[in-house]
């Protein structure tokens, strides 16, 4: 039988700073800038006990990035503008899951490993976008829309050891993912407010990592390739005017 008792230090000290500015390049074109800083650091213990046997699992990261953004916008009037941005995303590392020798060594063996790994790093992106924000006749119509293109470098992607059932965290390759939004909202009167919008994204790995199954070409999983949500919104005063209630429809569809 497998007993753990988890004892964890948590000293999660995640300073950011945040900054961006506007620089208007003529009348109608806006240069808009800004970058990101963050740093973590994490400190996990945990001690199993496995037939008497101790199984210490301690783990520890610490980083630090920089994380900018640029975007460019184009005001066709005050109700219609284009852009195109670039932005780096960044999520830190961490104290991988907690995996027991004695009992998930096999599984482990399989994949070329003398133990689960003590942490996993930081996975970064770049996101390109390209769109447009559009309202008409005094923003009673509303379409926002936009491609994207996204790569991604060191995946962080949770591992299955299906022997023994535990899983941990690791790094598992690169990927890209592309696909484009449409947004729209209309309010016909002003008490009625309908919206829709649907969304299609191609994700998959760029790089294979057979020891845990991945090929080059394969669909990062839990990433739906088509979303779609309408929905409707109805606000109306009561006879005795003192307050006012709403009334909500919506429908979302994923595949």
Not at 26 to 54: C, I, N, P
Not at 83 to 90: C, M, P
Not at 91 to 111: K, N, Q, W
Not at 155 to 178: E, I, K, M, P
């Given at each position: 039988?497998?007993?753990?008792?988890?004892?964890?230090?948590?000293?999660?000290l995640?300073?950011?700073?945040?900054?961006?500015?506007?620089?208007q390049?003529t009348?109608?074109?806006?240069?808009?800038?800004?970058?990101?800083?963050?740093?973590?650091?994490?400190?996990?213990q945990?001690?199993?006990?496995?037939?008497?046997?101790?199984?210490?699992?301690?783990?520890?990261?610490?980083?630090?990035?920089?994380?900018?953004?640029?975007?460019?916008?184009?005001?066709?009037?005050?109700?219609?503008?284009?852009?195109?941005?670039?932005?780096?995303?960044?999520?830190?590392?961490?104290?991988?899951?907690?995996?027991?020798?004695?009992?998930?060594?096999?599984?482990?063996?399989?994949?070329?490993?003398?133990?689960?790994?003590?942490?996993?790093?930081?996975?970064?992106?770049?996101?390109?976008?390209?769109?447009?924000?559009?309202s008409?006749?005094?923003?009673?119509?509303?379409?926002?829309?936009?491609?994207?293109?996204?790569?991604?470098?060191?995946?962080?992607?949770?591992?299955?050891?299906a022997?023994?059932?535990?899983?941990?965290?690791?790094?598992?390759?690169?990927?890209?993912?592309?696909?484009?939004?449409?947004?729209?909202?209309?309010?016909?009167?002003?008490?009625?407010?309908?919206?829709?919008?649907?969304?299609?994204?191609?994700?998959?790995?760029?790089k294979?990592?057979?020891?845990?199954?991945?090929?080059?070409?394969?669909?990062?999983?839990?990433?739906?390739?088509?979303?779609?949500?309408?929905?409707?919104?109805?606000?109306?005063?009561?006879?005795?005017?003192?307050?006012?209630?709403?009334?909500?429809?919506?429908?979302?569809?994923?595949?």
């Amino acid at each position: 039988d497998l007993h753990s008792f988890p004892t964890r230090r948590s000293s999660d000290l995640e300073p950011a700073f945040f900054t961006e500015g506007t620089y208007q390049l003529t009348e109608r074109l806006d240069l808009t800038a800004g970058a990101r800083w963050f740093k973590g650091d994490q400190d996990q213990q945990v001690r199993f006990y496995s037939d008497g046997v101790l199984d210490a699992q301690d783990g520890e990261a610490s980083e630090s990035a920089l994380s900018p953004k640029v975007q460019l916008s184009f005001h066709v009037d005050p109700e219609k503008m284009a852009y195109v941005s670039a932005t780096k995303g960044f999520r830190p590392g961490g104290p991988s899951g907690v995996v027991p020798l004695s009992t998930c060594g096999e599984d482990l063996a399989a994949l070329g490993l003398a133990r689960a790994p003590s942490a996993f790093q930081s996975d970064q992106l770049w996101s390109y976008e390209v769109g447009s924000k559009l309202s008409f006749a005094d923003r009673r119509a509303v379409i926002d829309s936009s491609v994207y293109y996204i790569d991604w470098s060191d995946v962080q992607q949770t591992v299955l050891l299906a022997n023994c059932g535990f899983t941990f965290l690791g790094n598992v390759g690169a990927a890209r993912s592309r696909g484009f939004e449409v947004e729209t909202a209309f309010r016909p009167v002003d008490q009625l407010n309908l919206t829709a919008s649907v969304g299609y994204t191609d994700a998959e790995f760029t790089k294979s990592n057979p020891d845990i199954g991945i090929a080059s070409g394969d669909r990062l999983p839990l990433v739906p390739r088509w979303t779609a949500a309408a929905g409707g919104q109805y606000s109306f005063t009561l006879p005795t005017g003192s307050r006012s209630e709403e009334r909500r429809v919506g429908k979302e569809c994923r595949s």
